[in-house]
């Protein structure tokens, strides 16, 4: 039962976090009111068109890759925490993240190139 306490617990600090840091770009971006998001977004679409796809994963997976291994800070490699490590973390929210993160993401991708009929 305290694992499952510690699991809730570390889940609703970071939840609580990422929703506020979010909440606070939206509120931000919004309030200013101005037309050069809307510039910048387009000459951004713009340019990210020009390279080619497999370039762009290529960066953004080794990006995220070294952010989950600096979230992990060697958690395995340590005595004290390896138990929790990986007797919780990685075992259940790393789990949970992969299965509902991972495929929300999917999803969301083949529906919004569901209506492509001409292969494209």
Same mark, same amino acid.
């Given at each position: 039962?305290?694992?499952?306490i $510690?699991?809730?617990? #570390?889940?609703?600090?970071? +939840? =609580?976090?990422?929703? $506020?840091?979010?909440?606070? %770009?939206?509120?931000? $971006? $919004? =309030? ?7 510039? %910048?977004?387009?000459?951004l679409?713009?340019?990210? @068109? *020009?390279?080619? /796809?497999e *370039?762009?994963?290529? #960066? ?5 890759y070294r952010?989950?291994?600096?979230? +992990?800070l060697?958690?395995?490699n /340590? @005595?004290?925490t @390896? ?5 919780? #973390?990685? @075992? ?5 993240f992969?299965? +509902? !993160?991972t ?5 969301? !991708? *083949?529906?919004? *190139? ?7």
């Open positions: 039962m305290k694992r499952f $510690a699991v809730i617990i #570390i889940l609703l600090a970071v +939840t =609580s976090t990422a929703y $506020a840091g979010v909440m606070e %770009v939206i509120k931000t $971006a $919004a =309030s200013s009111g101005t037309i050069w998001v809307g510039i %910048v977004t387009v000459v679409l713009y340019v990210l @068109k *020009r390279i080619p /796809n *370039r762009i994963q290529s #960066i953004v997976d080794a990006f995220f952010i989950g291994r600096i979230c +992990t060697g958690l395995d /340590n @005595k004290y @390896k138990p929790f490590w990986n007797g919780i #973390i990685e @075992k259940y929210v790393i789990d949970l992969n299965n +509902t !993160v495929t929300a993401c999917n999803a969301l !991708v *083949r529906g919004l *190139r569901s209506d492509n009929t001409n292969g494209g």
